[in-house]
């Protein structure tokens, strides 16, 4: 089924590893991002791709960097994760005015 | 910065009943404003789209109205039904990024 795919679905990890959520999408879609979802704080988006080549910062860079080498994937990589980084993680793309969103990784950090 | 606030955070209601759900938002420079379902443990799924230059949209039991002038949207829901619950989430989108209210959890008790 077309859509956006995310893994892995559930990931712990200890304070200070790094590690990388796949995001990949075959409807050809040009803008991809990132969001995290926290408890009464809804999502707020952490990067995201305009195109092949083409990244920038959201609302909550700090911690993450992405790339997008291909127009279907668009990996998001923690460097050195902390506890603050305990969330559930969100993939989207998009052409137009029309999002999909993937079901997510829910990430835990000790 | 771009706020979206959505109240009430929850609601339940008996089933059959007419409801509405609240999102206001700060800036009114958007491109359009979206409203999302969101599962428990899933992903989030695009209700309705109202572009700026629109005041409603419809679909099925679903309507979402939009008064830009004054940041405020409404979801009103017809007749609801228990396969209505969820989390009820808006988002305005405006330069390449979504803001997301943290949503209304809604319960439509048998």
């Known amino acids: 089924n077309a859509g956006v795919t995310q893994t892995p679905k559930f990931q712990v990890l200890k304070t200070g590893q790094s590690m990388t959520l796949q995001c990949a999408q075959d409807?050809?879609?040009?803008?991809m991002s990132w969001y995290r979802q926290d408890p009464g704080m809804g999502l707020r988006l952490i990067h995201y791709s305009v195109g092949a080549g083409i990244t920038d910062q959201g609302e909550v860079p700090n911690g993450y960097n992405v790339s997008r080498s291909t127009t279907e994937d668009f990996p998001l990589r923690l460097l050195s994760a902390a506890p603050s980084q305990t969330s559930v993680y969100f993939c989207?793309?998009?052409?137009?005015?029309?999002?999909?969103f993937g079901s997510g990784t829910r990430l835990t950090v000790v | 910065k771009q706020e979206v606030t959505q109240i009430p955070a929850a609601l339940s209601v008996p089933e059959g009943e007419n409801l509405v759900l609240n999102c206001s938002f700060t800036?009114?420079?958007?491109?359009?404003l979206q409203w999302f379902r969101q599962d428990p443990g899933k992903g989030l799924t695009s209700l309705l789209l109202i572009q700026s230059s629109q005041r409603e949209q419809t679909s099925g039991r679903l309507n979402a109205s939009l008064d830009k002038s004054s940041g405020r949207s409404t979801l009103y829901i017809a007749a609801s039904q228990p396969g209505d619950s969820a989390t009820y989430l808006c988002?305005?989108?405006?330069?390449?990024?979504?803001?997301f209210g943290s949503g209304t959890k809604l319960n439509v008790k048998p």
């Open positions: 988002a305005v989108y405006n330069f390449n990024k979504f803001y």
């Open positions: 989207a793309s998009s052409s137009g005015a029309s999002y999909t």
């Open positions: 409807m050809n879609h040009e803008y």
């Open positions: 800036d009114s420079a958007i491109y359009n």
